[in-house]
């Protein structure tokens, strides 16, 4: 390796020709040049001296290693040019190692015909034009294989801008080996007219479905966009046509195409519009055909929910970004296949809404009988403190300096205060209800004499046994020691602004898992509430009486 120090130019080693300028110190191979003395093969000087091998040297006298192709075909080899070019050759060759004891290696990918350009590279640094036309995939598999860098960057220009001598050759390296360049060589190929024409339906969709997985086919599914669904159409039509063979059955001829429904997720019940989609269309098929037909230019903020055939209801879950391959997994439930799809037209892309949390809270101000509804979105290893941050810009506090706190409320019950440390990854809002309050003054520094306690409302079932029933708004309420409920009352009747010929009507009632028992006036409050009890959230002060609070307040707070 040569190190290459910071702030200095890289240059061509046959040409000169100034390569860019490094900000910081590297390492690169020996030998560095230019893409036109890549293609040229115009190498190192020295180049010209590794031209000169006699044949004879490849010989059996002079030779010590044998390289036996997938066909039997045998090569000859010196084991010290193997191994001085090429890392895995020198660890197949080790002492001890079988190869090494033997003398001979199996190339079982190879056949020998493939192998003699690989070999000539390794003595001369380069490879004819027609061992390149003959043999450029099977070179570039193995100059990854056997890691040689200048071998891959050879055979990488070649085949880039010589797709058409091996199209599905170079398709299956741009699958294999994720290459970026290969992928945006080889798809004007895959999605051409000749190429669906002439090959097998089967095999055309396959490649298709492939292909449209590709990270550069969104860039051109949006340059070419009318060309590529023809083609998908055509390809679909020319399945069509092979499946109506009675002996392909009745259920692959349904996969061609289906009436689906879509409906907007915010009105479920109501009709929306209907595509003719086939089940082999492609998540971004899909999401393609759903923008065009409302009009929006990117196909990504659409965001897709599949249908519970049992409860005739959105599932609760949206479909993720590509997270299935075809609309035939979108549309199945269980057991059963649904022919409907909600969708959203969210503000941003899908995928960066993916890469945040999002999480809806109810803020309850402090002065005003009003609840603002707010989305929050966070990267996800935010935490409830940066929550808290984001939320300050988007309501009115009673003054800046105003500390804010986080509950978890189920079922009209106060199951959690949520730490500032805590992740909001792990925040679920599906279930719960989130509610940020602002914290009282009073209750900021509590002293060793006063208590913060739940305070619920109820009501008895009288048809379930008497069971108690919560309902409203749950609360914390500052208790002090020694303070009666007649005073307690008092608080908590200015606290709901409750008129006192309403308020005359409610009970009040200690209740410790489920279990009331009624309080007196002149009782002592603090008494009954124990510190350090297990589920300390399951005894709390009950406010009896009938819910008269208006419909927005029902809700599961």
Not at 9 to 18: G, P
Not at 36 to 62: G, M, R, S, Y
Not at 213 to 228: G, I, L, P, Q, T
């Amino acid at each position: 390796m040569q190190h290459i120090k910071a702030n200095s130019h890289l240059l061509c080693n046959s040409c000169d020709r100034d390569l860019g300028f490094v900000r910081r110190n590297i390492n690169v191979a020996q030998y560095l040049y230019c893409d036109e003395c890549v293609i040229a093969q115009k190498f190192h000087p020295d180049n010209a001296f590794l031209q000169t091998w006699d044949k004879d040297v490849f010989l059996e006298p002079f030779t010590d290693f044998s390289l036996e192709g997938s066909d039997g075909g045998i090569l000859r080899a010196h084991k010290a040019v193997l191994a001085g070019k090429s890392k895995v050759f020198k660890s197949m060759l080790r002492a001890g190692m079988s190869e090494s004891v033997s003398g001979k290696a199996k190339i079982s990918d190879m056949t020998a015909e493939e192998l003699r350009p690989l070999i000539n590279f390794l003595y001369t640094g380069r490879v004819n034009q027609g061992s390149l036309e003959c043999h450029g995939v099977a070179l570039y598999r193995s100059s990854v294989k056997y890691d040689l860098p200048l071998l891959t960057t050879i055979c990488e220009r070649f085949l880039e801008s010589n797709v058409y001598r091996d199209i599905r050759g170079v398709f299956e390296l741009a699958v294999d080996h994720e290459v970026e360049k290969f992928q945006e060589a080889v798809l004007p190929f895959i999605f051409n007219e000749a190429f669906v024409e002439s090959n097998p339906p089967a095999l055309v969709l396959k490649t298709v479905r492939t292909a449209s997985k590709f990270e550069s086919f969104a860039k051109y599914r949006k340059k070419n966009f009318k060309a590529v669904s023809f083609l998908m159409e055509l390809a679909l039509c020319r399945m069509a046509d092979h499946l109506d063979d009675p002996h392909k059955g009745v259920e692959e001829l349904n996969e061609v195409g289906s009436i689906i429904h879509f409906r907007s997720l915010d009105k479920p019940k109501e009709d929306g519009f209907c595509l003719e989609l086939s089940k082999l269309y492609t998540y971004d098929d899909v999401i393609d055909r759903v923008a065009h037909t409302l009009g929006l230019d990117d196909p990504s903020k659409i965001r897709l929910t599949g249908h519970n055939c049992y409860s005739q209801q959105p599932k609760l879950q949206p479909i993720k970004y590509r997270g299935v391959d075809y609309l035939s997994d979108m549309l199945v439930h269980y057991n059963q296949c649904s022919d409907i799809l909600y969708y959203e037209v969210l503000d941003i892309p899908l995928p960066e809404l993916q890469g945040l949390k999002s999480l809806k809270v109810f803020f309850h101000h402090s002065t005003k009988d009003e609840v603002s509804v707010h989305t929050i979105r966070l990267p996800k290893q935010s935490t409830v403190g940066d929550l808290f941050n984001d939320l300050k810009t988007k309501v009115e506090l009673s003054n800046p300096d105003a500390e804010i706190r986080l509950l978890e409320i189920f079922y009209h019950r106060i199951y959690k205060i949520f730490p500032l440390h805590e992740k909001i990854e792990n925040i679920n809002d599906q279930y719960w209800t989130l509610r940020a309050e602002e914290i009282p003054e009073e209750e900021k520094n509590l002293g060793p004499n006063n208590r913060l306690i739940h305070v619920y409302h109820f009501t008895k079932d009288a048809s379930q046994n008497h069971m108690v029933q919560n309902f409203g708004e749950p609360f914390f309420l500052l208790i002090h020691e020694g303070e009666t409920l007649a005073e307690v009352k008092q608080r908590i009747q200015k606290k709901l602004q409750v008129s006192d010929d309403e308020f005359a009507k409610w009970k009040f009632a200690f209740l410790f898992l489920g279990r009331p028992d009624c309080l007196q006036d002149t009782e002592i409050v603090s008494s009954r509430f124990e510190r350090g009890v297990y589920g300390g959230w399951e005894q709390y002060l009950g406010l009896e009486h009938s819910d008269n609070a208006p419909k927005r307040y029902r809700r599961n707070f």
